[in-house]
């Protein structure tokens, strides 16, 4: 069993524990409104301005025998700048404010996972950040065009309303396989174990992020 397939068997109960979030089964069921997509757009503009962030730090952070993790974090660097403002145009496709979201806050959920993250870099091995791109690529992979289509056929948005989703649903296709290859080229056991512990903390982590959606918090920025 290659390292992939151990990562996948091992963390099974904790990516069908996200995909059995509220908010998927609103998503697929044809149940979403525009308010809580907007809101699910919201938080994703949160975390994912931070990816190219923590590429850079993950891959600045490895030593030379680790070369070729830090290539390939660099190829993701080349693959995800700008992403964060497709997700704004989406927000504003959906009639939100595209400023009010980029100076607003993200919730607690939502910002735990990040500093999660950073965590994870700084003071665990940064090689565990693996995990977090395993969690966020695997589950775009899964649902994101067919999330795309059921919400768009309820709410009546824009093909415009849906670049986030529908880019990172093909894309990650090929992302994912390029991840495979690069988990398998980590042999180191404790490296292993770190990866494998870093993608169950972040399933956890994003599913909090899809509850959190559903409590209704308003984080724009408020008036003076």
């Not at 090929?174 to 980590?186: D, I, R, T, Y």
Request: overall charge negative; hydrophobic content about 40%; charged content about 20%.
């Amino acid at each position: 069993m290659t390292f992939y397939e151990q990562l996948v068997a091992a963390t099974e109960a904790d990516r069908e524990a996200l995909l059995s979030a509220d908010l998927v089964n609103l998503a697929l069921s044809g149940q979403m409104t525009t308010a809580i997509y907007t809101q699910f757009l919201t938080q994703a503009y949160h975390h994912v301005k931070h990816t190219v962030p923590l590429l850079m730090r993950s891959g600045s952070a490895v030593s030379t025998q680790y070369e070729f993790y830090r290539n390939a974090m660099a190829e993701y660097v080349e693959e995800e700048l700008g992403h964060q403002e497709w997700v704004l145009n989406d927000i504003e496709a959906c009639g939100g404010s595209k400023e009010d979201v980029r100076y607003g806050r993200p919730s607690l959920a939502t910002e735990a996972m990040v500093a999660y993250a950073y965590y994870t870099i700084d003071h665990v091995n940064p090689l565990a950040f693996l995990g977090m791109v395993h969690v966020l690529e695997g589950t775009s992979v899964t649902v994101a065009d067919e999330a795309a289509k059921r919400i768009r056929d309820v709410t009546g948005l824009p093909k415009k309303a849906f670049t986030y989703l529908t880019s990172h649903g093909a894309l990650d296709i090929e992302h994912v396989k390029f991840f495979e290859n690069l988990v398998n080229l980590v042999t180191d056991e404790q490296d292993q174990a770190d990866i494998i512990h870093a993608a169950k903390r972040f399933y956890a982590l994003y599913k909090g992020v899809y509850d959190s959606i559903l409590l209704g918090e308003n984080h724009l920025p408020q008036a003076a």
